[in-house]
């Protein structure tokens, strides 16, 4: 009798172990039907930041998706910018976070902000990507080759080889104003940065 | 021994039964009713006007003052969400310019992973006309199945305030003629 409930002990044990994590709150848009690679949930951050608010912004040059490079300095005197770094394309929560900025661009106009997007993929799967979303308003890089440098550079590469989900904004002067390196698994609010762009003033 | 019966029944309730009610959950199907929710009141007049609420405070699906209830689960960040905004303005004008309908089908949506900030650009940047609601911790979303977006799920909503899902379905609701002729023909409206 004991041993019976001692196996129903470990039937509802192992129940528990197969159901899958409730932890991972997220969104599928119909927009990528079933092409979203399930990552399960990551490290919230896997990188040690060495760039800090007050610092020059690193420049760089990278290839955009819609063809040509974009480089940082060329928007010194002109645009305040953001970066906008992601993991990786067909994952769960990217997928989200750029669509939401697409339809953003006036309040990025309002604070003279330019967009950069910043993944470590490379430009073929970038375009089947950003495809997805619709017509994006903003540059789309691709930090592939050499694999994450500018990543590396702005110390969000993690061990994987994947960039962390992290935003820097930096400033005309080309300063570095605001740095969230956010957990992967979540997407950073929106107003959060909203409001760093309105202190830019 | 009997204690242990006991605290294994007890076990057996909390660790197994539990997840495994998550994990049957789904979103409402079609012949059932939906999980367990409240909204909160509507900040705008016009919006509590247009659900015909009766009291003040939080409020439940079924307390909306209509025959028949069209939820949309939706987000901002979601591009399929974006593109079906004009169709869903669409349906909501086609709705209130026919006498059959009007004050009869009601929409409300669900902005699943929104904040308030968030929801309020979606709403700004596609003028929905009907009342939203932000989920921004995924409350809902669990509850309601963590479906994909934008998900469209329409309650018939009896006299004695009993309800029955009769559609449920993720994706774009097609064409706004056909879709709403469903829909009254689902839940005996036609």
Same mark, same amino acid.
């Given at each position: 009798?004991?041993?019976?409930?001692?196996?129903?002990?470990?039937?509802?044990?192992?129940?528990?172990?197969?159901?899958?994590?409730?932890?991972?709150?997220?969104?599928?848009? *119909?927009?990528?039907?079933?092409?979203?690679? *399930?990552?399960?949930?990551?490290?919230?951050?896997?990188?040690?930041?060495?760039?800090?608010?007050?610092?020059?912004?690193?420049?760089?040059?990278?290839?955009?998706?819609?063809?040509?490079?974009?480089?940082?300095?060329?928007?010194?005197?002109?645009?305040?910018?953001?970066?906008?770094?992601?993991?990786?394309?067909?994952?769960?929560?990217?997928?989200?976070?750029?669509?939401?900025?697409?339809?953003?661009?006036?309040?990025?106009?309002?604070?003279?902000?330019?967009?950069?997007?910043?993944?470590?993929?490379?430009?073929?799967?970038?375009?089947?990507?950003?495809?997805?979303?619709?017509?994006?308003?903003?540059?789309?890089?691709?930090?592939?080759?050499?694999?994450?440098?500018?990543?590396?550079?702005?110390?969000?590469?993690?061990?994987?080889?994947?960039?962390?989900?992290?935003?820097?904004?930096?400033?005309?002067?080309?300063?570095?104003?605001?740095?969230?390196?956010?957990?992967?698994?979540?997407?950073?609010?929106?107003?959060?940065?909203?409001? *760093?762009? *309105?202190?830019?003033? | 021994?009997?204690?242990? =019966?006991?605290?294994?029944?007890?076990?057996?309730?909390?660790?197994?039964?539990?997840?495994?009610?998550?994990?049957?959950?789904?979103?409402?199907?079609?012949?059932?009713?939906?999980?367990?929710?409240?909204?909160?009141?509507?900040?705008?007049?016009?919006?509590?006007?247009?659900?015909?609420?009766?009291?003040?405070? &939080? =409020?439940?699906?079924?307390?909306?003052?209509?025959?028949?209830?069209?939820?949309?689960?939706?987000?901002?960040?979601?591009?399929?969400?974006?593109?079906?905004?004009?169709?869903?303005?669409?349906?909501?004008?086609?709705?209130?310019? &026919?006498?059959?309908?009007?004050? %009869?089908?009601?929409?409300?949506?669900?902005?699943?992973?929104?904040?308030?900030?968030?929801?309020?650009?979606?709403?700004?940047?596609? &003028?929905?006309?009907?009342?939203?609601?932000?989920?921004?911790?995924?409350?809902?979303?669990?509850?309601?199945?963590?479906?994909?977006?934008?998900?469209?799920?329409?309650?018939?909503?009896?006299?004695?305030?009993?309800? %029955?899902?009769?559609?449920? %379905?993720?994706?774009?609701?097609?064409?706004?003629?056909?879709?709403?002729? &469903?829909?009254? %023909?689902?839940?005996?409206?036609?």
């Amino acid at each position: 009798m004991q041993r019976f409930f001692f196996v129903l002990f470990f039937l509802s044990a192992a129940a528990l172990a197969m159901t899958p994590s409730m932890v991972t709150a997220q969104t599928h848009s *119909e927009a990528y039907k079933d092409n979203i690679y *399930e990552t399960g949930t990551l490290k919230p951050r896997d990188s040690v930041l060495k760039v800090k608010v007050g610092h020059k912004a690193p420049d760089f040059t990278l290839p955009a998706v819609a063809g040509g490079k974009v480089t940082l300095a060329q928007y010194r005197g002109k645009k305040n910018v953001v970066l906008s770094f992601v993991p990786a394309a067909w994952t769960p929560v990217c997928s989200d976070q750029w669509p939401g900025y697409n339809i953003t661009k006036d309040l990025f106009d309002a604070h003279d902000s330019v967009l950069l997007g910043i993944t470590v993929d490379n430009i073929p799967t970038l375009f089947a990507w950003t495809n997805q979303m619709g017509q994006l308003w903003f540059p789309v890089l691709s930090d592939f080759y050499p694999h994450g440098k500018v990543a590396r550079t702005y110390s969000v590469l993690r061990s994987d080889g994947m960039a962390e989900r992290a935003l820097f904004v930096i400033d005309k002067k080309g300063v570095i104003r605001y740095i969230d390196v956010h957990d992967i698994n979540k997407r950073p609010p929106l107003e959060n940065l909203i409001r *760093e762009l *309105e202190k830019l003033k | 021994m009997k204690k242990f =019966f006991w605290l294994t029944l007890l076990v057996l309730s909390t660790l197994l039964l539990s997840p495994l009610d998550m994990m049957a959950a789904g979103p409402p199907p079609v012949g059932g009713t939906l999980p367990d929710f409240t909204l909160p009141q509507p900040g705008s007049s016009a919006e509590r006007d247009y659900l015909g609420l009766s009291s003040r405070g &939080n =409020f439940t699906v079924p307390d909306i003052k209509a025959k028949v209830v069209l939820i949309e689960i939706l987000s901002m960040y979601c591009p399929f969400c974006q593109k079906e905004a004009p169709i869903v303005n669409k349906l909501y004008e086609a709705i209130e310019g &026919n006498s059959g309908y009007k004050g %009869k089908i009601k929409l409300i949506g669900i902005g699943v992973g929104n904040s308030a900030y968030e929801l309020e650009i979606f709403r700004k940047r596609y &003028n929905v006309p009907f009342p939203l609601f932000p989920d921004a911790d995924f409350t809902l979303h669990k509850l309601l199945g963590e479906t994909r977006t934008p998900y469209f799920i329409a309650v018939q909503i009896n006299e004695d305030r009993t309800h %029955k899902v009769v559609y449920s %379905k993720a994706g774009s609701l097609g064409e706004v003629t056909p879709f709403i002729e &469903n829909i009254a %023909k689902l839940s005996g409206l036609k």
